[in-house]
């Protein structure tokens, strides 16, 4: 009886090892993109939570420790920038409009975004920021034109007073 050889023994190895690799990377980059969509949800979920804090406190939150969560399921640092007058003063009591609010702009692929009132990002799995997402201060821009795998999200301030100031009712 006759076993295998060692160069017959090579080669089914290399074929196993190329039919892995190839398997192997689709279902890789399927858990990566479920992961990125989770994270998105999550992202979500955080700014429903702020809108939810501006309904009841009609101001938003000066960190996100107060809304809740200050990570990612990546275990990055979820940065959040909010409108300065947004922090401190009621949305609701007619005193704040657009040109006293809502300094903080994103630029986007699509072009400039004024009047946001407050932006949630992150790192995304790879853990390196392609994205400013460290500032907490009016009058900044913020610039997501080349995100990289890095997640952005952002409300306007006429989106936000629609959801929280009901006399307002979505009027824009």
Same mark, same amino acid.
């Not at 809304?67 to 959040?80: C, K, L, P």
């Not at 407050?118 to 997501?144: C, E, H, M, R, Y």
């Given at each position: 009886?006759?076993?295998?050889? =060692?160069?017959?023994?090579?080669?089914?190895?290399?074929?196993?090892?190329?039919?892995?690799?190839?398997?192997? *990377?689709?279902?890789?980059?399927?858990?990566?993109?479920?992961?990125?969509?989770?994270?998105?949800?999550?992202?979500?979920?955080?700014?429903?939570?702020?809108?939810?804090?501006?309904?009841?406190?009609? +101001?938003?939150?000066?960190?996100?420790? =107060?809304?809740?969560?200050?990570?990612?399921?990546?275990?990055?640092?979820?940065?959040?920038?909010?409108?300065?007058?947004?922090?401190?003063?009621?949305?609701?009591?007619?005193?704040?409009?657009?040109? #006293? @609010?809502?300094?903080?702009?994103?630029?986007?692929?699509?072009?400039? @975004?004024?009047?946001?009132?407050?932006?949630?990002?992150?790192?995304?799995?790879?853990?390196?920021? #392609?994205?400013? *997402?460290?500032?907490? @201060?009016?009058? +900044?821009?913020?610039? @997501?034109?080349?995100?990289?795998?890095? =997640?952005?999200?952002?409300?306007?301030?006429?989106?936000?007073?629609?959801?929280?100031?009901?006399?307002?009712?979505?009027?824009?």
């Amino acid at each position: 009886m006759r076993g295998f050889s =060692l160069l017959e023994m090579a080669i089914v190895l290399a074929l196993l090892g190329l039919m892995f690799v190839l398997l192997a *990377t689709p279902i890789v980059r399927a858990i990566r993109t479920d992961s990125v969509l989770r994270a998105k949800s999550e992202l979500d979920r955080i700014s429903e939570s702020l809108v939810g804090y501006a309904q009841i406190r009609k +101001t938003l939150p000066e960190s996100l420790a =107060l809304a809740g969560q200050t990570r990612d399921m990546f275990g990055n640092i979820i940065s959040y920038s909010a409108d300065s007058s947004l922090v401190s003063g009621d949305m609701c009591d007619g005193s704040l409009d657009v040109a #006293s @609010v809502a300094q903080l702009q994103v630029n986007t692929s699509s072009g400039v @975004v004024g009047n946001v009132a407050f932006f949630l990002g992150t790192a995304g799995p790879d853990k390196q920021q #392609s994205i400013l *997402t460290d500032v907490s @201060v009016s009058n +900044t821009s913020i610039d @997501v034109r080349d995100p990289g795998d890095d =997640l952005a999200l952002y409300l306007t301030w006429y989106e936000l007073r629609a959801a929280v100031c009901t006399a307002y009712g979505g009027d824009q």
